[in-house]
């Protein structure tokens, strides 16, 4: 009996080791929403040591482009801010019913300045938006919900 319940327990603890990490989504939209450097910095890093997937892949995309503020000079800017973009969009590419991803392609289509001419997807991603909102979890409900009490695209009453 005491052998079962050691090997049992071994089992759980190499499953849990090797098992993917679950993405922190709290902690990913706190960092999104931050203005600080080393906040985007340290969920980065947090997404670089997760095991590579659609979800970490977009992540890291939205994190990158909202990097390419921070980063020196008109090149260097422009550089980090269109290899974000690849990852977001390949994403898109593969996923294009993910509500999740059409929303973070909308925030940042909201923010990026007009000389980037990130924007050709506004409508198109509010309308998969709302569409697909109802169908959220409610933690993600929650963060589209917040935004859109801010936002000039996405309206609250478009989530009714």
């Known amino acids: 009996m005491k052998r079962a319940v050691v090997i049992y327990l071994l089992g759980i603890c190499v499953l849990s080791a090797f098992g993917p ?8 939209y706190k960092a999104l929403s931050s203005g600080d ?10 997404l670089e040591s ?23 000079g008109v090149g ?7 290899r974000g973009a690849a990852l977001l969009e390949d994403e898109i590419k ?25 924007n050709k997807h506004l409508d198109e991603d509010k309308q998969a938006v709302v569409s697909g909102y109802r169908k959220l979890n409610p933690e993600l409900k929650a963060v ?3 935004y859109a ?3 000039k695209v996405l309206k609250e009453t478009d989530l009714k």
């Open 149 to 151: 009490k801010e936002s």
């Open 144 to 146: 589209i919900s917040g």
């Open 50 to 72: 997760e095991k590579a997937s659609s979800k970490i892949n977009a992540y890291k995309g939205v994190l990158i482009m909202k990097k390419a503020g921070f980063v020196k």
């Open 76 to 82: 260097g800017k422009l550089k980090t801010f269109k």
């Open 94 to 118: 593969a996923n294009p019913d993910n509500t999740e991803f059409r929303f973070l392609r909308l925030t940042i289509q909201e923010h990026a300045p007009g000389i980037l001419k990130y």
């Open 37 to 46: 450097e080393a906040v985007l910095d340290k969920a980065l890093s947090r």
């Open 21 to 28: 990490v679950q993405t922190d989504k709290t902690g990913f």
